[in-house]
T-cell receptor, first 110, second 113 residues
Framework: GQNIDQPTEMTATEGAIVQINCTYQTSGFNGLFWYQQHAGEAPTFLSYNVLDGLEEKGRFSSFLSRSKGYSYLLLKELQMKDSASYLCAVRDGGFQKLVFGTGTRLLVSP | AAGVIQSPRHLIKEKRETATLKCYPIPRHDTVYWYQQGPGQDPQFLISFYEKMQSDKGSIPDRFSAQQFSDYHSELNMSSLELGDSALYFC????????????FGPGTRLTVL
């Protein structure tokens, strides 16, 4: 089966750093993706990891440990516009579909 | 840069009616995916196409069907609509059969009354 877990909600202050964790147990694995989604809008691609380690992309970094079934998304220098849901998704090894986690709603306060 | 286009953006239907959702992938993208997202839920994979052939099938009801045309656009046909079909329907596209990241369209919000 597919099981991808994330915290439901997190809060942080503008300018701070926040880490959103994702654990997964899936039948297939061919990469882990992070998407940002504002309410009622489309998910926007942030980053992905195929191999273990850290991928950095501006204010966003993502880490993967395949042996532990674990990833995190690190957001630095938080801005109010970062208030959104963050979706962790595993790319199924078979035909590349994405299996999404439950999503983490991040609230950034002044 | 060109993005995924979906039409219509909003659709209101009655129970038992039919609906057709359209998706135009990013140019040169050969793979299209359809996802359904209910209120407060994560996107659920429905079906995908690679080079105009169905490549994978998820939790898509038998009342739904889809296809990808020669110009790579895709259509999701939904019949005998039920109240529970009310959701956001996203189309995503990617390159090389899904090896690269998926880019999502703005979605079609379907409301079934």
């Amino acid at each position: 089966g597919q099981n991808i877990d994330q915290p439901t909600e997190m809060t942080a202050t503008e300018g701070a750093i926040v880490q959103i964790n994702c654990t997964y147990q899936t039948s297939g694995f061919n990469g882990l993706f992070w998407y940002q989604q504002h309410a009622g809008e489309a998910p926007t691609f942030l980053s992905y990891n195929v191999l273990d380690g850290l991928e950095e992309k501006g204010r966003f970094s993502s880490f993967l440990s395949r042996s532990k079934g674990y990833s995190y998304l690190l957001l630095k220098e938080l801005q109010m516009k970062d208030s959104a849901s963050y979706l962790c998704a595993v790319r199924d090894g078979g035909f590349q579909k994405l299996v999404f986690g439950t999503g983490t709603r991040l609230l950034v306060s002044p | 840069a060109a993005g995924v286009i979906q039409s219509p953006r909003h659709l209101i239907k009655e129970k038992r009616e039919t609906a057709t959702l359209k998706c135009y992938p990013i140019p040169r993208h050969d793979t299209v995916y359809w996802y359904q997202q209910g209120p407060g839920q994560d996107p659920q994979f429905l079906i995908s196409f690679y080079e105009k052939m169905q490549s994978d099938k998820g939790s898509i009801p038998d009342r739904f069907s889809a296809q990808q045309f020669s110009d790579y656009h895709s259509e999701l046909n939904m019949s005998s609509l039920e109240l529970g079909d009310s959701a956001l329907y996203f189309c995503a596209s990617s390159l090389d059969g899904g090896y690269y990241e998926q880019y999502f369209g703005p979605g079609t919000r379907l409301t079934v009354l």
